[in-house]
Every structure is written in structure tokens, then in C-alpha cells.
């Protein structure tokens, strides 16, 4: 939870010495009771990091980097965004939700796209339920799904869906319940929803699948076997991947669902714990990168990289600047890793890196 400076003074000092760099989203401990929705700030970089906070980096003891690659910088985004989602259609980058955090309380509606054939940004048309952080945004069978999220104090249960053609965002059925922090990924015909938090007692855990030909979300499936929130998740190897987080803490764990058994089981963990990461699928691996320690009070830049030949996790380069909450998609091979917070807790930026492996 953010923790507000003791005096009025101390702001100032705060806001002179950073340069109007500002605090980013955090999350408290989830168990499996109805989860709190986060609180935001009432004013602009109003949280400190404890007295406590270690200087160390908690990507310290991460093995050389074992794999190839580089990061390259690309057209800042329109917007700064942390907390948000993106997805890839029809060779583009849409990034959608979040907040930006020069404005604390007011979620975006914004949706911008990446082209980068000429990397320029452009719009296209707003969210028409107003903005909301920690959605997901997911491509499937040429549409865009805006799912759940947060708006303001609220978790939601609406499901928007986005017509390219019509530039026209139209509702879908609606979540189970409400549900935010957690990850979706479209896999064959379906899109499924693991992990985060939910109103609803037990629901974080739970697995969801939405099926667009009926227009309707499946329940009653094998839950995911560790609750967590701000987890990443890829289709890879014909299963969902569900892939650090936290609860509280960090956490190293990996796990995978196959929809045709209706069955999880456990992979190789990461080699850090990482939460409020992103992921995606290059060249063949699994890559995940940047995160949020709130033990150390730190942003990560760590990039994690899944051999499935050897099962294990090596690292790749790091990210050039460390961020959480950001988000990212892979155009004709290229990963473009968009905005996230640059330090933790509550900021937010428009930076946009892309790695070529």
C-alpha cells in the first residue's frame, strides 16, 4: 500500500529532486479472501519508499547474460501509461488503459497504435466505459477484448470489443465478477483469463475462458494451483503459460494450463522472481522482462529468457531502463516493450524499447 509523506515539506523536496518523477502502483498481499482494490494517491508523488529500502539490486545475483540480442530505441508513445495492457492486431501495437500518474485517480481512455513499418503513433477510438487500469487486451479473430480492469476505486466486470474496420468499440458479455491484476492470452479459439483479483471470494484463482462464437465466458475450470496477481501470461507449447507475479512477495513461480486435459502443471521457475512484469513469445522463447520489488522499493530491468530445448530459464540483455506495470507485443519478430513506471510505486512513462534477438 502507498504510505503519504509526513509533512507538506517533504513533497517539495521530493518533487525538486526527481524532477517530477512520480510513484506507481503497488499491491497489497492477496489471499483468498475478497481483494481490496488499490488506493490511489491524492496527490501526485505523495508515497516515499521506506527507510529500509536497499541499494542493492535484486538483479545482483542473476547469472551472466547466456543469450543473444539487443534493445534499440524506438518513437515514445503518446502517453505516458503504467497499469495497462496491449495486444497485437493486424501487424499494429494497440496499448489501452492505465493512468498516467501526473493525474493520480484518473484512469486513461485513451487507446494508442504503434506502427512500425514508418514507427509513428496514432488513435483510434476511445474507450466508451471511461478509463481503467490493470485491464487486460487481448487479439483474437480479428478483434480487440478490453476485459475487466479497475476504474478508480472499483474493480469491473465489462468486457469491450474493438472492430478495427468500424473503429467502434461495442460490449461483449460481461466477467463472471469483477477481476483486475491479472493475465489473459488468446489461445486457438478461446481467450483465458488467470490470476489477479476479484470482489468475489476465491475468484483470483479461478480460470476463465471466453468463447466469442457464443458470446459467453466458461467457468468451472481447473483453478490455477498458486494465487497470485501482476503475473504475465503467453500461449506457448499449445498451453496457457502463467508466469511470476506476486502476493505480497515476488514470485518465482511458473505454471501451465492445458485447456484439453483441463490440467495445470509446473515448469521450470524463474531464475528471479519477478511481478508486475510483461512476456511475450521471440524467436521461439519465452521472454520476460522488467517488474517491481517492493521489498528493495525498486523498478527491475531484468530480462529472463525460457530455452524450451534445455528447459531453463538464462538471462537475456537487460531492458535499458528498469519499469513495472508496462506492456508489450511482438511485431515481425521485433518485441516492443511500451511505457510501465520507472520507479516504484506509483509513476508512469511514454518510453518505448524494442528488442531484436
Known sequence: MRAPLAHAAAIGLLVALLAGILVACGSAPIGSQAATPIARPSVAGSSSPPSTTSSTSPSASMP????????????????????????????????????????????????DVYDPAPERWSSVASLPTGGRDHPGLVALGGYLYFVGGEAGAHLVRDVLRYDPGADRWTPVAPLPAPRAQYAAVALASRIYVVGGVSTV??????????????????????????????????????????????????????????????????????ALPQGALTAAVVDGRIHVVGGEDLDTFQALKVHQVFDPTTRAWLRGPD????????????????WIVVGGGPVADYSATSRVDVFEP
Not at 506457448?236 to 490440467?263: C, H, K, M, Q
Not at 531492458?319 to 511482438?330: I, T
Open 319 to 334: 531492458l535499458p531502463r528498469p519499469r513495472h506495470g508496462l506492456a508489450s507485443g511482438v511485431v515481425d519478430g521485433r
Open 64 to 111: 551472466p547474460v547466456a543469450t543473444g540480442g539487443r534493445w534499440v530505441d524506438a518513437a515514445p508513445a503518446p502517453s505516458r501509461r503504467a497499469e495497462f495492457a496491449a495486444a497485437v492486431l493486424d501487424g499494429r501495437l494497440y496499448v489501452a488503459g492505465g493512468f498516467d500518474a501526473l493525474h493520480p485517480g484518473e484512469d486513461l481512455d485513451t487507446v
Open 201 to 270: 471470494a476465491g475468484a483470483g484463482r479461478e480460470t476463465w475462458a471466453y468463447d466469442p462464437a457464443a458470446d459467453r465466458w466458461i467457468t468451472g475450470l481447473a483453478p490455477i494451483p498458486t494465487e497470485r496477481n501482476h503475473l504475465a501470461a503467453v500461449a506457448f507449447e499449445g498451453r496457457v503459460w502463467a508466469i511470476g507475479g506476486r502476493v505480497g512477495s515476488n514470485l518465482a513461480t511458473v505454471e501451465s494450463y492445458d485447456p484439453a486435459s483441463d490440467t495445470w502443471r509446473t515448469e521450470p521457475p524463474l
